[in-house]
């Protein structure tokens, strides 16, 4: 078994970050019994060590309340500031129909491209950048995540980032061949 003496507590820790404390601690245990020196040959001592001291660490900050949001806050901080919003937790939310359609016609001396081009925009709302968001139905079907905790049908949300400053937005949107009649009809 190989473990990395680096990554997020819960990377070390092998749960997710919204496991509760019952699981914290199994793996903690679990974790700790694979790692522990007197259950390696003696060359893996040094290396072992430093992977106990990270799963000790892992769990005094996951296992208290406190310093686990905290520890929580400063991961998603650091993860907006190297351009990584996960799920998007915490974005403001847009709808796609809070967005400009726009659908370009081809030139009509383009025979090889001859289909419209359909895409949607938004001035950003923080650097007030024109066109600031751009999302073209590529984007979405290639990027969009379906949302089946919601219970509706056919949602997606798609997270895309202004291309002026580095202002995140969730934005939701519906397929509507997926989307159920009660929906549609009220």
Not at 99 to 107: D, N, R, Y
Not at 134 to 162: D, F, H, P
Request: hydrophobic fraction near 30%.
């Amino acid at each position: 078994m190989t473990m990395k003496a680096h990554g997020s507590f819960y990377d070390i820790l092998g749960v997710s970050d919204d496991s509760d404390l019952i699981a914290i601690k199994e793996a903690y245990k679990r974790k700790l019994l694979a790692y522990h020196p007197d259950k390696k040959p003696l060359h893996h001592h040094m290396e072992d060590k430093t992977i106990v001291n990270r799963i000790q660490e892992a769990y005094a900050v996951l296992s208290n309340q406190r310093t686990r949001a905290e520890y929580n806050e400063g991961l998603t901080e650091q993860s907006k500031r190297a351009g990584v919003v996960s799920d998007g937790e915490g974005l403001d939310m847009y709808d796609l129909d809070d967005f400009k359609m726009v659908q370009e016609e081809p030139p009509m001396d383009d025979y090889s491209n001859s289909y419209s081009r359909i895409y949607w925009e938004k001035d950003c709302p923080r650097c007030s950048t024109e066109q600031g968001f751009i999302l073209t139905e590529t984007a979405l079907s290639e990027q969009g995540t379906k949302v089946t905790e919601t219970g509706e049908s056919g949602r997606y949300e798609v997270l895309a980032q202004c291309n002026s400053c580095s202002l995140w937005l969730k934005i939701i949107y519906y397929d509507l061949d997926e989307v159920d009649d009660t929906f549609l009809h009220g």
